[in-house]
Structure formats: C-alpha cells, structure tokens
C-alpha cells in the first residue's frame, strides 16, 4: 500500500481566513513532505519532516505553518493567505529524508489539495 | 550550471515507444534518478527509479548513461492513457530537485 490521503479536495477561503490542510500516511513512513504546485510548473519543496521534526524550511512565508501532531499526520495550518498563494498543495512521504533519491527516500504522493484564496 | 532539464513537450502517436531524456550533469556516484506521472490536478505517480544502467518494470525502462549526466526514461507502445506530464527527480545542490516536466500526447 503507497497510498497518501489528503483533505481537503478542493478549498476555497478568504484572505482572512483560517484553514487547514491534511495529510496522513499509513506505510510507517517517517519523512513527510509539503510541495506547492502552480500550473505548468514542477512541485516546489515547502516543508520536509523527518521523525516528527521539522527539517527544512524552503524560506516559506510565515502564513504557512506545518505541524506534525504523529508519524502519520502532517498538516498545513493557512492564515492571511494572498491570491497568489491559489496553487494546488501536495503532500508526499518516504521510509527517511534523504537526497539520493533512493529506494529508501523515494517520495510517494498524495492526490492533492487545488486552493483557491479569494 | 544548468539544473535537471528536460524537453518541455512532446508528441507520439498509439502504439509507438517513446523515450525522454533528463539531463542532470552533477549527480553523485550513488544518487538515483526517479520518474514520476502526473495527470491534471492529481498528485505525481511514481513510475520507475534506477542509479545505473538500466532498469525496466512493468511500465517502464530507465536507461541511464556510464557518465550519468543524463537518464531515457522509455515508455514502450504507448496509449492514450499515457498523455500526462513526465518529471524526472534526481538530487542537485544537496536538494531534490524536479526536472521542469515533459507534456507527453499521444494522439490516436
């Protein structure tokens, strides 16, 4: 099973609102992923959570706040958010967080979550 | 130094074998090269990984070079199925970093 569940398929919110996205993963991954997607464009690295800490940062604006209550929740906390902000969120998880790109680090992603910020 | 790079497009027809070409010029000795599916407004698909060689699975085969400063990734005879967008992943400045995709259409 290299399923990755996401909530939200689909949110649409104001640029004062408060949202949360979600991720969960049950393969006993221990690294966890953030990717924002534009259109025409490949994901780019947001957050990356190894063993429950937070990793990397890919200098993401502050109204982008991850949280990693366990091993197999991640969720994205949303505030403030701008229009330019409107993008399709992936999530991803691996058996470890590494850059070969291994067997062991092979990134297995969940379907999405397309936001929308009015 | 150029990035991982790709062609950003191409087109095929039912039934022909197609190959993509990812060039990734400063990989170390050990690092793979993974290819990922994407359909619109779904989440990438792991398709097939290798470091050397060649590898093939049930999908696909994965040519990489003996200078690996590139890898073909091969999808034999494809089908309509099989227009998506095609990334390569492979490591560059200690990242992970995504290929800018292939959009594959295969038309009947």
């Known amino acids: 099973d290299t399923e990755v569940t996401q909530t939200p398929k689909h949110l649409v919110m104001g640029m004062t609102n408060k949202k949360s996205l979600k991720c969960e993963q049950h393969m006993g991954h221990r690294a966890m992923y953030w990717y924002k997607q534009k259109a025409k464009k490949p994901p780019e690295l947001m957050f990356v959570y190894s063993y429950e800490k937070l990793s990397i940062n890919e200098s993401v604006p502050s109204r982008f706040s991850p949280e990693c209550p366990n091993s197999s929740l991640l969720n994205l906390h949303l505030h403030a958010l701008q229009p330019e902000d409107s993008a399709l969120y992936l999530c991803a998880s691996s058996q470890v967080a590494g850059t070969a790109s291994g067997p062991l680090d092979t990134q297995y992603f969940g379907p999405g979550t397309r936001l929308t910020v009015l | 130094l150029a990035k991982i790079t790709q062609p950003i497009s191409m087109d095929s027809y039912e039934g022909q074998e197609v190959n993509i070409t990812c060039s990734h010029n400063n990989i170390a000795t050990n690092d793979y090269i993974t290819w990922y599916q994407q359909f619109p407004s779904q989440g990438p698909r792991f398709i097939i990984q290798?470091?050397?060689t060649k590898v093939t699975n049930e999908v696909a085969s994965l040519f990489i070079p003996a200078d690996r400063k590139s890898s073909t990734l091969s999808l034999p005879r494809v089908s309509l199925s099989d227009t998506a967008v095609y990334y390569c992943?492979?490591?560059?400045?200690?990242?992970?970093?995504f290929g800018q995709g292939t959009e594959l259409s295969v038309k009947p």
């Open positions: 992943l492979a490591p560059w400045g200690g990242k992970l970093i």
């Open positions: 290798g470091y050397k």
